[in-house]
Structures are given as C-alpha cells and as structure tokens.
C-alpha cells in the first residue's frame, strides 16, 4: 500500500474561492507530481518536483501554483477557483528518475459551483 | 516528442476468457513502458513494467504485458479475466537518460475494461 496521501478526498466550492489540495508522502521520494484528471479519463501532468525548491510547470497549462518546502509535502494552490477547474487532482511521488514507477494517491475530486 | 496511444476506449470480456488491452508507444530513445489500473473514485495503482531484459514482463494480479520493439507495442494482457479486473487502464511512456526529455511519465487516454459474468 502506497504512503502518500491528499485531502480534501471531495471539495465543492464557490467561484472566487482560494483552495489548497494537500498532498503528502511519508517514503522520502524527492520527485512529486500533480496530474489534473479530466472527466473523460485523460490524465495531464500541470507540475512537478524534483526536491525541495525545485518546481515545474508541466505538460498542461494551469492556474494552480505549487510549492515544494519540505521533501514529503507538495500542496497545490487556486488563488481564484473557477467552473473550468472543476476536475480531479491526483498527485504522485516517485523513487527512481526514470525506473521508479509512480505512487498515486486516492485523488482529490474539485467541484467549483 | 513522446506519446503513448491507446486505440480502444473499451474492451469487453466475458468472465474467464483471455484479455487484451492494447498500446502504442513513441518515444526518441528506448522506453521505458508502465501500466497502471485506476478503479472507480481511487487514484491510479502500478500494475508492471518494461524496463530492460525479457520482453514478456509479468505483473500484479496476474497480468503480464509483451514489449515489441518492432511494432512499438505493450500489449496487457491476462489470460483468464475476473469480473473484478473490471476498471480502467493507462498505458505509460518514459524517455530514458540522455534524450531530451527530462523523465516525465506520460500516460494514454486510458481504456476501459469490462468483464462479463
């Protein structure tokens, strides 16, 4: 079983609201990833870490910023949520840089009404 | 650049009949290819990968996936299908060192596995 973990598991807000999706590893991985999970099953990578101050815009354009202070923390931050980022948010961590497979966690499922 | 494509949104299978889900992959050096499976409300979980060496690699669950080089192909596949495998699939890509890319996983559109009784 993976020991990585976000919260909130299910978050509907209103527009212009700042939200922070948690995520948390506890197996030391120094690389972190934020993929965005479209209703139609895609996942698109918008961030990613590979340690501490270290991050990375990725594939998919985003609103959201990301900070990376401590090696098992990776939150993601909407200043001002909007319907369009109604979606799920899945982070990930991983050992290796290019062998290691990722470690998913459950996902954090945004609704912004 | 990378990409990974998975033709079928959808495989059906009756219970205990062999399955295939299937992928295809490009990428500028030599990949290294992962499969995951995702069920529903749960994030993504690493089922098998390629890497190097044997190219039938056996996985979780009784899954196993053959690389093709030649077809640039990583076919799932599982020989006698559980109604409970019933979930969706990723294929995924990652350049190895020295490409230009710089080791992002890059995952298909997924496809979705439904097992029959």
């Known amino acids: 079983e993976a020991d990585i973990y976000q919260t909130p598991r299910y978050l509907v807000i209103g527009t212009g609201k700042k939200i922070t999706l948690e995520c948390s590893q506890t197996?030391?991985?120094?690389?972190m990833y934020w993929y965005q999970q479209d209703p139609g099953m895609e996942l698109h990578l918008i961030h990613y870490s590979y340690g501490v101050n270290s991050t990375e815009k990725g594939d998919l354009s985003s609103e959201s910023t990301v900070s990376r202070i401590r090696t098992e923390h990776f939150p993601l931050t909407l200043e001002s949520a909007r319907p369009s980022h109604t979606s799920q948010y899945l982070c990930?961590?991983?050992?290796?840089?290019?062998?290691?497979?990722?470690?998913f966690g459950e996902g954090s499922r945004l609704t912004v009404l | 650049a990378q990409s990974v494509a998975q033709p079928e949104d959808q495989v059906n299978v009756a219970e205990g009949n062999p399955l295939t889900v299937k992928c295809t992959y490009s990428v500028s050096g030599n990949p290294y290819l992962f499969w995951y499976v995702q069920y529903p409300n749960r994030g993504l979980q690493f089922l098998l990968k390629?890497?190097?060496?044997?190219?039938l690699v056996k996985g979780s669950y009784g899954f196993e996936a053959e690389f093709n080089k030649s077809q640039t192909s990583f076919h799932l596949k599982k020989p006698s299908a559980l109604v409970s495998d019933s979930a969706l699939y990723f294929c995924a890509v990652r350049d190895t060192p020295g490409s230009s890319n710089t080791g992002k996983l890059i995952f298909g559109q997924g496809t979705t596995l439904q097992v029959k009784p």
């Open positions: 197996m030391g991985h120094d690389k």
């Open positions: 390629y890497i190097t060496g044997d190219n």
């Open positions: 990930a961590s991983s050992e290796g840089p290019y062998t290691g497979e990722l470690f």
